[in-house]
């Protein structure tokens, strides 16, 4: 795959503020005004908080959950292009804050998944991904990470105004708020509430088996999930696999003492006043 620059280690450029590649912002426009259908289901998250898991329950691929706001480079196709043409009913996946969700979303009355994960262990996800991802921008040293993961200086923007911003509009919405440590606490759980959310009933064999198939080693062993299948010019797996580690609190493997003092003061402020609270381990 002969990849055109304009893919690699992208510029960024703002829409309405929130950090994104100039490929996308290019576009913002064809973005914004995407037509969604009553029947679309959405999973919604920041970065590295367990889409791909979310999906994989699901039923995943880029194909099979087009990216609504991600451009592909060619000769692979944009995720516009695939949500236009599949048939319904749709499974969509987008990382945009919520006040940058396509606003015919709300007028279908769409549902919509999102799954959100602690601070540190996204900030160390992402870290890692945008190591090994092309399509991503460079991440710099360990340090100068911290840095812009704290003042949204990353693609899709803040993390912290993210999981706020999708939190407080849950209630006014079919929206279906997981946490990535409640998952992994107790999966057949959490998936039971995603299937009532979805309205589907399936026996206790076949819950069994959306489990198993979605555990982190079963995952990381399928093709069809781990991301080996795209050309190592987009992903260079041996950097850092796209199926890392998959547990809450990795962080403490990265973060000194002070770094993680620091972060959790600022931390403190910019979720003061919010009720959503996290785990940072399980
Ligand atoms: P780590 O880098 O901490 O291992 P996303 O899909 O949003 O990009 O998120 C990727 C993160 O989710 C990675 O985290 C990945 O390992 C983790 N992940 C993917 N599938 C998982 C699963 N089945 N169970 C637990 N974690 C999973």
Redesign the pocket.
């Given at each position: 795959l002969q990849l055109d620059e304009k893919y690699l280690r992208p510029e960024t450029k703002e829409v309405n503020g929130i950090p994104m590649t100039k490929v996308i912002s290019d576009i913002w426009d064809q973005i914004w005004s995407f037509q969604a259908k009553p029947d679309d289901l959405v999973i919604a998250?920041y970065?590295?908080?367990?889409?791909?898991?979310t999906q994989?329950i699901r039923n995943i691929t880029y194909k099979q959950h087009p990216f609504i706001e991600w451009e592909m480079p060619p000769p692979l196709k944009s995720g516009l292009d695939l949500a236009k043409e599949m048939p319904s009913p749709r499974t969509l996946k987008t990382h945009l804050p919520v006040q940058l969700l396509p606003p015919s979303f709300w007028k279908e009355n769409c549902k919509i998944i999102y799954m959100a994960r602690n601070a540190k262990?996204v900030l160390?996800?992402y870290y890692?991904?945008s190591r090994m991802t092309k399509t991503m921008p460079e991440p710099g040293t360990w340090e100068e990470y911290i840095e812009s993961f704290k003042t949204g200086k990353v693609l899709w923007g803040s993390w912290y105004d993210h999981v706020k911003g999708w939190w407080d509009q849950k209630d006014q919405h079919r929206i279906l708020y997981l946490f990535?440590e409640d998952?992994?606490e107790d999966p057949k759980r959490e998936i039971r509430k995603i299937l009532k959310f979805l309205e589907k009933e399936v026996t206790e064999e076949v819950l069994d088996k959306i489990v198993y198939h979605?555990?982190?080693q079963v995952?990381k062993h399928n093709p069809m999930a781990n991301y080996t299948t795209l050309p190592s010019s987009i992903m260079d797996h041996s950097i850092s696999p796209?199926?890392?580690?998959?547990?809450p609190g990795?962080w403490k493997n990265h973060f000194t003492v002070a770094q993680s003092e620091a972060f959790d003061k600022d931390y403190r402020e910019k979720m003061a006043g919010s009720t959503l609270t996290f785990r940072t381990e399980i």
């Open positions: 998250t970065p590295k908080a367990g889409t791909t898991w994989e262990d160390v996800s890692h991904f990535y998952m992994k979605t555990s982190f995952m796209f199926m890392r580690k998959g547990i990795d």
